[in-house]
């Protein structure tokens, strides 16, 4: 019942910065909170980020705080992550992904992306 779609993914030499979006349609007011996630080959699926749709409250990874800025705009409805300071280590594909509860687990998000490729250089 709700649509997510990734954007924004591309290849960025190291230390640069990329700017993904999803864009999110359907049930939206069933969305609690929303996040990013990535995976690399061979590995798991990872925490990025996380906002509360309605508040914006924010949690962030260890592994990307500082660097990384997850936003969102309610009435466009639409969800950022702004990425900084890239290096070899968050190549990987990012998914953006919604739920009904306050969680960093993969798998209690209801709602997916298909993905969107993220490759820096070095």
């Known amino acids: 019942q709700v649509q997510l779609v990734e954007s924004g993914g591309g290849l960025v030499q190291a230390g640069g910065s990329l700017r993904l979006s999803c864009a999110v349609s359907?049930?939206?007011?069933?969305?609690?909170?929303m996040a990013w996630f990535r995976q690399a080959p061979g590995k798991e699926r990872d925490f990025v980020a996380r906002?509360?749709?309605?508040?914006?409250?924010?949690l962030y990874a260890d592994s990307v705080k500082g660097r990384f800025t997850i936003s969102r705009d309610n009435a466009k409805n639409m969800m950022y992550l702004q990425m900084n300071s890239l290096s070899s280590e968050d190549t990987a594909v990012y998914y953006c992904?919604?739920?009904?509860?306050?969680?960093?687990?993969?798998?209690?998000?209801?709602?997916w992306g298909q993905g969107t490729q993220v490759t820096v250089s070095s």
């Open positions: 992904a919604a739920a009904r509860l306050l969680t960093t687990y993969s798998r209690q998000y209801d709602n």
């Open positions: 359907g049930r939206t007011f069933s969305i609690y909170v």
């Open positions: 906002i509360t749709w309605s508040g914006g409250t924010t």
